[in-house]
Nanobody
C-alpha cells in the first residue's frame, strides 16, 4: 500500500500565497507521476497540476501562470506553490500518486485532502 500525507492548506486572503506538500510512503519502487486535484463545493474533482518523473508538467488553464508544481523523486514528494490566489481557488486539494511497487504492480493512490480557503 501507499500512503499520501498532505500539508500546507489553510485560510488566505485573495492575492496571497500558499504552498502544499505531499509525501508518499509505503511500498514504492518507483513513482511515475504525482499531481494535485481539487474539489470545490458543489463541483466535481478536477485536475490542478501534474508532474512526471522526468519533470514534465501539466496545468489546468485556470491556474496557469499562478501555480507551480515541483517534485523530489528521491523523497517521493510533490509540492504545489500557489500564488495570486482567488476565491474560486477555494476547494479541498487532493494529492495523487502513480506508483509501481516491488511486485511491479502499478497503482494510483489518493491523499485525504487539505482544505484551501481564499477569502475575498
Amino acid at each position: 500500500q501507499v500512503q499520501l500525507v498532505e500539508s500546507g492548506g489553510g485560510l488566505v486572503q485573495a492575492g496571497g500565497s500558499l504552498r502544499l506538500s505531499c509525501a508518499a510512503s509505503g511500498s514504492i519502487l518507483r513513482t511515475n507521476a504525482m499531481g494535485w486535484y481539487r474539489r470545490a463545493p458543489g463541483k466535481q474533482r478536477e485536475l490542478v497540476a501534474t508532474i512526471s518523473r522526468g519533470g514534465s508538467t501539466n496545468y489546468a488553464d485556470s491556474v496557469k501562470g499562478r501555480f507551480a508544481i515541483s517534485g523530489d523523486n528521491a523523497k517521493n514528494t510533490v509540492y504545489l506553490q500557489m500564488s495570486s490566489l482567488k476565491p474560486e481557488d477555494t476547494a479541498v486539494y487532493y494529492c495523487n500518486a502513480d506508483t509501481v511497487d516491488y511486485e511491479l504492480i502499478r497503482r494510483g493512490s489518493w491523499g485525504q485532502g487539505t482544505q484551501v480557503t481564499v477569502s475575498s
